[in-house]
């Protein structure tokens, strides 16, 4: 099955935004994945329903401006087997 990974920072406006295009690959026989930053259980929950394996982290200033190697390795780890092979950056 193929794979589509978002990155985002705010989950509500990850649910918001993203959530038709979301569905639309689903549809398509897509394993959807999103990592976000931002977030409480209720939009955690509301991603999680339309089918998509939702990661979360921290980011704070000290990870922005002096590159938190933890969260690199963590980040690393995590994704190691759920990297797509093609990538498309959507901002």
Sequence with gaps: MAKIFFIG????NFYL????FILSCINKGYQVFALVSEYD???IDKIRNLGVEVLTYKLSKITIIFFNLNFFIIFSFSLSDIIPPKYLSIT
């Design 9 to 12: 920072t705010t989950a509500s």
């Design 41 to 43: 259980d209720e939009w």
């Design 17 to 20: 935004f993203r959530k038709d």
